[in-house]
């Protein structure tokens, strides 16, 4: 396909009225999923790709080849579009600043925002400062500082890397101090969580426009495995609607509060006395919003578009009463096509999504939905399916 | 993007356990809209493009230049692909009649069922020899013919091409038998059909697998507007079970009388005593199955991939109880986002699909749809955001 064709660049009203072009940092799978909305709603979203064989880069029409964090490849990418945004929060802030602050291309989210997903430190601090509800946290800067953190957190302490993690990287539970030395060493600086006793892992979903409009989506229940996401019901089950409106406003706060553009995941701990503490920022579509994509009247990788591209927002209301997604994490199955068949065989309403990936032990390599009235039903239906297509058909669950 | 790359011929068990290539002849907006349920399914779709402005041919990784009825063209997507497909029914019959004796490339639909969507004179003897319902209809070779078909249908005449019609192309209506006189000379034969006195139009749409399995959508009711597709309801209203039931057992029986693969619409003419009579068919997703890409568990796009592909079908349930489509048809408007970003800001419930299209008066471009209770309630607000979207936000519905 030919590349883009170099524009004039946008006037800013250009920009306030809404662009038509919308540059995707990273070829994954998050922005493998934004192409189909952005097809429907006529934007131009070219991708940056390390490699060509990356889960958007292979399906995308318009690839730049380039790393994230290589100035040049970023700055070529903005200069065929009106806004960038991103299909994870590994760009360097500096990069992102300075083509920010030279005003060509919009940056969304905003480094100032985006900082908060990336350096886990500056968003513990803010959210702190800003008196949202945070588990207790340490800054560790020496051995010191872990053995005093210890002490006061009862012996055990959740240590994270303040950039560079996802999923279970860059996380890891301690209960003696040298422990978090090598990292210590590597980092420089450390944050350190207590462990929360939480009784479930909530998520909630907003997407706000440059000028503020803000949208909620119903909070979600997502069960992790070995630290990814795994599962997720939409709507949470039990959290009654004055719980699920304290959260929503939670999440719409922190949106206001850091200047979020684009879709914001608050990812929470639930406490046994029903409050929540907030866990991670993610600034992008998310794991805990895929089942928006077949449940929801606008799905969150066209919500994200519609902000960062300063389109009005679309409704976040639900299709059914209740949604339910579950991840296909890399098992026995090399080849994903005949537990493919025979999971649609067995589910004609099972939305599946492939994302392209080989597959590898745990990877995330795709997700099926599905919608209903009963969230048991529907998730031994999706666990069904994932076994098929992981395990392969003549796995247990087949036929 | 890199071509496909040359992939060995699949063995008759491949093809038959599910295709992994779909090749679309053709890169209009059918197209266009396969291209997001194909990156989710994981199929790898290459589009045939006569050019590169073409609606599918900008958004599409995998793009082969060349002309629908250019047999090197055909070839040589064929011969990327598992299966071939269509965006419309232009293809000469004899190049997929060669394509599927040879055997290397799945043509589905084939030519021998594509043929009754290709010639209407071969669908009227066809439909009629198998007693399904049709308007009287006449084989027109000369122009006493037509003259004796005019004093037979009461003085007025449908006069139909039997090929390369679409949309109002290629349909007059005549009262002389002189009107006739150039398209027989141009075209040898014409179809000549009553001119039904109908109460609306109906459409009926089925998906079928190449082994036979098939599923109904809910008959619709259409509404055109100079012969070009207008405003869909979804189901239609007023149409009692029974009646859907009958309706959509005349289309599947239509779709294995005649062997085909993919999507099959059924239009319809519904007369006052509640009979119905076949239109036309189209053997490919169709513009009286856009509700469903919103309004279905399995929308229109997906289902002919995954029945070309010889996967299983999805679900045809709707997911509201009534869903609505209406067209854009070039206007006023030259720049559609204007308009777009104002439906957009009334209607947060508005789905809308944009083609990439140039405007030209009357032109299809897009189409928006809406999910509800109401369908005039949904009409009138898919009506509003189309006047927005065609005469631009300045017009008398705009804020």
New interface residues.
Partial sequence: ??ETPPRPAPSASDVD??A?SVGIIGAGQLA??M???A????LTTPVLATD?AESAA????R?RPGRHDDEQAVRALAAEVEVITFDHEHVPTAILERLEQEGATAVRPGPAALVHAQDKLVMRERLTALGHPCPRWWRIGTADDVAAALTEAGGRLVIKTPRGGYDAHGVMLIDRAEQAQDWLAQHGELLAEELVPFTRELSAQVARRPGGEA?AYPVVQSVQKDGVCYEVVAPAPGLDSAAQQRIQGLALAIAEDLGVTGMLAVELFETADGEVLVNELAMRPHNTGHWSMDGA??GQFEQHL?AVAD?????T?P??PVSVMVNLLGGAAED???G??AA??AD?????????KSVRPGRKI?HVTL?GDDAEELLARAHRAERLLIDGPASPAGP
Wanted: aromatic share 2%; glycine share 12%; net charge positive.
């Fill in positions: 396909m030919p009225a809404g038509r493998r999923m192409l189909g909305p097809i429907e709603l006529g060509p292979d399906v995308a029409a690839v949208v009247v606008t519609r389109l009005p927002l679309g409704s209301a299709l059914a994903l096509a005949p493919a068949r649609l065989a004609p309403a099972l939305k599946l999504h492939l994302y392209g795709g919608l």
